[in-house]
């Protein structure tokens, strides 16, 4: 199986950062086919960023200019550099990725790491 760990979550202020950050155990964000989702309590699930087959960075527009995804050097680890967070980040932050970038289905999940900001 493919295990992806969230980790960074925490409660902070209104204009203050966090990164998170999703290890991989026995998969390599070797393609572009991963991605972060969000599910606030009494919301539906939203995709915030993500990086398309074709390497693009696609973002949410509530968190275009705030927040940044990306891989680490060794391709085990994503990056979400969340900056300038207002209380409507609060929620549960998910990492994802694909089998194959051609697939409808995100296949791998990680576990959450809560966001709270006030």
């Known amino acids: 199986d493919v295990q992806l760990v969230e980790s960074g979550g925490g409660s902070v202020q209104a204009g203050e950062s966090l990164r998170l950050s999703c290890a991989a155990d026995?998969?390599?964000?070797?393609?572009?086919?991963v991605g972060w989702f969000r599910q606030a309590e009494t919301k539906e699930r939203e995709g915030v960023a993500a990086?398309?087959?074709?390497?693009?960075?696609n973002y949410a527009d509530s968190v275009r200019g705030r927040l940044t995804i990306s891989k680490d050097s060794t391709r085990t680890t994503l990056i979400l550099q969340m900056n300038n967070l207002r209380p409507d980040d609060t929620a549960m932050y998910y990492c994802?990725?694909?089998?194959?970038?051609?697939?409808?289905?995100?296949?791998?999940w990680g576990q959450g790491t809560q966001v709270t900001v006030s």
């Open positions: 990086i398309d087959a074709d390497g693009r960075a």
């Open positions: 994802a990725a694909k089998r194959q970038c051609s697939d409808a289905e995100w296949t791998y």
């Open positions: 026995g998969y390599t964000f070797s393609s572009h086919c």
